[in-house]
């Protein structure tokens, strides 16, 4: 696995897609009907463009939900939410697979999302995103960084769900070559938009099934010099493609909160740990900065603080340096 400075290379490439006739795949009929439902939900996109700026803010994010969901079904995809979203603005922080998991985000709860430039230049789906607000990111210039997380920040200040994959690039997600590590690194530097806007970090976990085999699979990933093409005719192609959202606990950083803590925090609620699930009763806390860093682990990452009735959706943070544990 190789890393520059702002672009990481996963490793992952063909030798971790499915082999021909490995998933389950749909009639030829079926497969050109999902093409032309999913093209006609592009179109219909582009008037969506024309009245996004002209609607209220919730039926603006309903009317992108809706459009969301009815490309996802419209290109054969089951899509399965645990959890719920916080009401509040939130900076979403997910794993990153496929093309897909845009479309994903904005089916569970539409946000304002960080995306690599080269997205502004996919066929009416650049054209898209930009009406919805998309942060576009030039990773060839990392100095433009300090600009993105400002303009992140103030999106939160403003009430704007902020969405970012901070893995900054695609995973097989734990299907991949012996070779290949199946799941990337949270990067740090967006979560100081979460830290200066006073915003919570929600870790959604991104996972693709093959309800035909009962088993994940990497139909949907979308890795290495593959072409957006191939991958969306793997997709339509596919016989029981359903992609799982977790929605995990809220992280809540302090005002002075280090961005490398909150990323790893998140990361672990993704990656190594069950996520715990948003209820009503639970948010999460992430302690301030500490002179060392914090152990990742089960028994030191983040403190489940039960809401007492009646208590304000701001939760105090856990002071610096305390030791956290998690609460059953």
């Known amino acids: 696995m190789a890393y520059d400075l702002w672009r990481p290379s996963s490793g992952c490439g063909d ?33 969506l463009v024309a009245v ?23 290109l054969g995809i089951r899509l399965v939410v645990r959890g719920r979203l916080p009401r509040r603005r939130s ?36 054209l898209l995103a930009a ?18 997380v400002a303009r992140a920040a103030d ?34 530097a967006l979560f100081q938009a979460a830290v200066d806007a006073g915003a919570p970090v929600v870790p959604l976990r991104l996972s693709y099934r093959s ?4 088993s994940t699979t990497t139909a949907a990933s979308f890795l290495g010099e593959e072409t957006l093409l191939r991958s969306v005719r793997r997709v339509v192609a596919a016989r029981g493609l359903e992609v799982r ?16 803590v909150l990323a790893r925090a998140a990361e672990s609620a993704v990656h190594l740990v069950p996520a715990p699930v948003v209820s009503a009763a639970r948010r999460v806390a992430v302690p301030a900065a500490v002179g060392a860093p914090a152990p990742v682990g089960a028994d ?6 039960p809401l007492a009735a009646g208590e304000p959706d701001a939760v105090r943070p856990v002071e610096a340096g305390r030791r956290l544990d998690l609460a059953a």
């Open 15 to 47: 030798q971790c897609l499915p082999a021909a006739g490995e998933v389950p795949s749909v009639p030829v009929a079926r497969r050109v009907g999902r093409l032309l439902a999913g093209a006609g939900m592009l179109l219909a996109g582009v008037g």
């Open 52 to 74: 996004l700026p002209l609607l209220p803010a919730r039926d603006g994010q309903a009317a992108l939900r809706a459009w969301a969901r009815g490309t996802a079904r419209a």
């Open 91 to 126: 900076l979403l922080v997910a794993n990153h697979v496929s093309w897909l998991d845009i479309l994903v985000i904005l089916a569970v709860g539409p946000a304002r999302m960080v995306a690599k430039r080269e997205v502004r230049s996919w066929p009416l789906v650049g």
């Open 131 to 148: 009406a919805a607000g998309t942060i576009f990111v030039d990773r060839s210039r990392p100095r433009d960084l300090p600009t993105m």
């Open 155 to 188: 999106a939160l200040r403003a009430g704007h769900p902020v969405a970012v994959f901070p893995e900054g690039t695609t995973w097989c997600a734990g299907e991949g070559a012996v070779e290949c590590r199946p799941v990337g690194g949270f990067r740090p």
């Open 211 to 214: 309800a035909a085999t009962n």
């Open 245 to 260: 959202v977790t929605v995990a606990a809220a992280l809540h950083p302090a005002g002075d909160a280090d961005r490398r």
């Open 300 to 305: 030191a990452l983040v403190a489940l603080v």
